[in-house]
C-alpha cells in the first residue's frame, strides 16, 4: 500500500429493487420458504482500482452510471456489497449536496461535528475555524441553523470545512457547479494547491473541460462497470466520442432511421483490418515503421485520421502523432486503405513499450475504432543511459 493512497478490488454493490412497497415486507416474512420479491440492481460492478498517492482522477460517466456510488463507497459511507477497499490516508469528501451535514445544526456546529468524525480534537478544530470561516464568507449565517441556507451557501461552507481540515486524500463530487463562478474559481485554486503539495484528489464533474484541466488521470464508469482507466486525456476523448456517437445515433433515430440502420451507423463507420510493425524487437536508433490497414463503410465520413501512440508498460503516455495533427489528410472513401507510419531513427531507449493504434473522425472527436496496445515493442539500447527517450545533445567545454 506504501505508494497507493487507495486500493479497490472486485467491489461490486448491489441494490434490491422491488416492484412495490409490499413486496419487501412480504420477502421479510417468508422466513421458511425463503422466497425472493426482488430483482438484484448493479450500481458497480467488479471495479478494480489502485490510485497512487498524489495522482488527481477525474471520474467521468453519465447519470447513474454509478460515480457518486463509488466516491461513497471511498468515503465509507456506504458499503459495498462485495469486495475490499483500502485507503491510506485521512479522507475529506464532498458528496452531494447535505451528505455529513445535520440541517438543525449551525454552520459553526456542523463545522466542529464534521472534524469530529474526522477525528480532530475541539481544541484542534478551534485552530481550523478562522480558516473555515473565512473561506466560506457566508457572513452572520455561520450561526443560523444549516436547514436555511440556499444551495450555494451550503456549497461554500462544505467546501470550506472539507478543504480545510488537512485531509490526505479529498473527494469532490460535482458539488463545485453549484456554487458562483467566483467561489468555482477559488475551489479550484485551492485544489490546485492540495494537488501541488502530493496529496490526492477524487474529482467527479460533468464539466469535462475541468477534469482535463485539473486531473492527470481519468476513469470512465459506464453502467457500473469500469470502461477505462487512463490518462485523463485519452479517457476523455474516448468519452466525448463515444457521447457524440450516441447523440448521433439518437438523431438518426428521430430523423426515421430504422433502430438497425441506426446500429449500423454507430458500430459500423470504419474499422482497423491490420496493423503491422517493422519488428516488435528493435535497437535505439534503428528506423521503425507501422502498417495500417483501415476500412471504411460509408463515403460521408469527415476528417478521418490515424494516430499511433506510445505508452510505456505501466501506461504512461509518451508520445501520440496523429495524421491530422501532422497535416496529412487521409483517404475518405468507402473501402480499404492504408497509411504507413514511419520513424527514423527510433529514439527510444531500453524497454518495453505499448503502441496503440486508434481510426477518428472529424478531426478526432468520434472514434471509429481503437486498439490498446494493439502490440507491444521491445526496444534495445547500445546506447548506455537511462530515461525513456534520446534527447539529441552536445556537450561544450569552455
Ligand atoms: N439507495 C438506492 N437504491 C436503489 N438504487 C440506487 C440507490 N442509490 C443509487 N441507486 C442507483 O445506482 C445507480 C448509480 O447511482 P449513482 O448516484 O452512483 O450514479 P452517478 O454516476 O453518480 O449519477 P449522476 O451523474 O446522475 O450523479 C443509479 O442507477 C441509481 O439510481
Known amino acids: 500500500m506504501s505508494d497507493l493512497a487507495i486500493k479497490i478490488e472486485n467491489v461490486t454493490k448491489i441494490y434490491r429493487l422491488y416492484k412495490k412497497p409490499m413486496d419487501r415486507l412480504k420477502e421479510s416474512m417468508s422466513f421458511f420458504r425463503k422466497k425472493e420479491y426482488h430483482h438484484k440492481f448493479y450500481a458497480l460492478n467488479n471495479i478494480n482500482l489502485e490510485i497512487k498517492k498524489g495522482d488527481s482522477i477525474g471520474i467521468v460517466g453519465k447519470n447513474g452510471s454509478g460515480k457518486s456510488t463509488l466516491l461513497k463507497i471511498i ?5 459495498q456489497t462485495e469486495g475490499q477497499v ?20 449551525t454552520g459553526i456546529e456542523n463545522i466542529y461535528a464534521n472534524g469530529l468524525i474526522m477525528g480532530y480534537s475541539k481544541e484542534e478544530m478551534d485552530t481550523k475555524l478562522d480558516d473555515i470561516v473565512n473561506f466560506a464568507q457566508i457572513g452572520e449565517y455561520i450561526d443560523q441553523p444549516v436547514k436555511t441556507y440556499s444551495s450555494g451557501m451550503f456549497a461554500r461552507l462544505a467546501f470550506a470545512t472539507a478543504i480545510n481540515v488537512d485531509p490526505e486524500i479529498l473527494i ?36 469535462l473541460e475541468q477534469i482535463k484541466r485539473f486531473c492527470t488521470k481519468g476513469v470512465w464508469i459506464d453502467q457500473g462497470e469500469m470502461r477505462m482507466f487512463d490518462d485523463v486525456t485519452h479517457v476523455i476523448d474516448m468519452y466525448e466520442s463515444e457521447m457524440l456517437k450516441e447523440s448521433m445515433a439518437q438523431k438518426a433515430l428521430e430523423e426515421g432511421n430504422s ?13 482497423i483490418r491490420t496493423v ?12 521503425f515503421t507501422v502498417d495500417i490497414d483501415y476500412e471504411l463503410f460509408d463515403d460521408y465520413i469527415a476528417d478521418p485520421l490515424v494516430g499511433v501512440a506510445f505508452y510505456t508498460i505501466d501506461r504512461q503516455y509518451i508520445f501520440g502523432p496523429n495524421t491530422y495533427l501532422d497535416g496529412l489528410k487521409i483517404p475518405n472513401t468507402k473501402g480499404l486503405h492504408h497509411v504507413r507510419y514511419v520513424v527514423p531513427r527510433l529514439p527510444l531507449l531500453g524497454g518495453k513499450y505499448e503502441v496503440d493504434i ?25 546506447y548506455f543511459t537511462e530515461g525513456l527517450v534520446h534527447i539529441d545533445h552536445n556537450w561544450e567545454i569552455e
Request: aromatic share 8%; glycine share 8%.
Open 75 to 79: 468515503a465509507g459511507v456506504l458499503t
Open 86 to 105: 483500502m485507503v491510506d490516508g485521512k479522507v475529506s469528501a464532498l458528496l452531494e449536496l447535505g451528505t455529513g451535514f445535520n440541517p438543525e445544526y
Open 172 to 207: 469532490v463530487d460535482e458539488v463545485l457547479a453549484v456554487g458562483d463562478a467566483k467561489f468555482q474559481i477559488k475551489c479550484i485554486n485551492k485544489m490546485e494547491e492540495f494537488k501541488a503539495s502530493g496529496k490526492t484528489v477524487l474529482f467527479v464533474s460533468h464539466t
Open 259 to 271: 433502430l438497425l440502420e441506426v446500429q449500423e451507423l454507430d458500430i459500423h463507420l470504419g474499422k
Open 276 to 287: 503491422t510493425c517493422s519488428s516488435e524487437k528493435i535497437n535505439t536508433f534503428e528506423d
Open 358 to 382: 486508434g481510426l477518428f473522425a472529424n478531426k478526432s472527436i468520434v472514434n471509429l475504432d481503437y486498439k490498446t496496445s494493439a502490440f507491444i515493442i521491445e526496444v534495445v539500447a547500445d
